[in-house]
C-alpha cells in the first residue's frame, strides 16, 4: 500500500500558573516520506506537518486556539503511475470552558480544509464542527460526560 514510514517529530509544550491566571502553549514539527511513491517532480514524496496551541485560564474559565497544517508534494504511485498522496491541508480550532467545582461545560469549533488528489484527479474537502460538552465529576477518578455535535462536510 501507500503506507508512510520514515518519520520524525518533535514537539514542545509549555505551561504556567500564575496564581489564579494560566496560560498553556505548544507546537510541534514533524517529517514523514513514502518510499512507495514517486514524487512528481523528483525522489520520494514526503509530507512536513506543523501545528500550534494556545490556552488561557482566568479562574474557572479557559480560553483556548490551535492551527495545524500539513504541506505534502504527492507522487506518482510506483505500480499504477496515477497521482495519488496529499497535497496541503490546514485546520483552526478554537473553543471556551468553564469548570466550577464538580461541574463544567465547554464549547468549541473547528474548520479544516485540505488540498489532496487521486488518480489524476484534485479534490478540496473542507469540514465545519462544532460541540457542545457538558462535566459532572463524580469523584477523584471518575466523571460523567456528555457531548451534542454538528457538522458540515464538503468535497470538491
Not at 490556552?55 to 480560553?63: A, C, D, K, M, S
Request: aromatic content about 10%; proline content about 2%; hydrophobic content about 35%.
Amino acid at each position: 500500500g501507500n503506507d508512510g514510514h520514515d518519520g520524525v517529530g518533535v514537539g514542545l509544550n509549555y505551561t504556567q500558573d500564575f496564581g489564579g491566571f494560566n496560560i498553556a502553549a505548544s507546537g510541534s514539527f514533524g517529517y514523514i516520506s513514502n518510499d512507495n511513491l514517486r514524487a512528481q517532480n523528483s525522489g520520494n514524496a514526503y509530507a512536513l506537518s506543523y501545528s500550534t496551541g494556545l490556552n488561557v485560564g482566568v479562574g474557572p474559565i479557559t480560553v483556548g486556539a490551535a492551527f495545524g497544517a500539513i504541506t505534502g508534494n504527492g507522487g506518482l504511485d510506483l505500480v499504477t503511475g496515477l497521482a495519488t498522496g496529499l497535497g496541503d491541508g490546514y485546520s483552526v480550532s478554537g473553543g471556551v470552558a468553564y469548570q466550577n467545582g464538580p461541574i463544567g461545560v465547554s464549547a468549541n469549533m473547528v474548520f479544516s480544509k485540505a488540498d489532496h488528489f487521486r488518480d489524476q484527479f484534485d479534490e478540496d474537502s473542507t469540514s465545519l464542527e462544532s460541540g457542545v460538552s457538558g462535566l459532572f465529576s463524580l469523584g477523584p477518578v471518575l466523571s460523567a460526560v456528555w457531548t451534542i455535535g454538528w457538522a458540515l462536510y464538503d468535497t470538491e
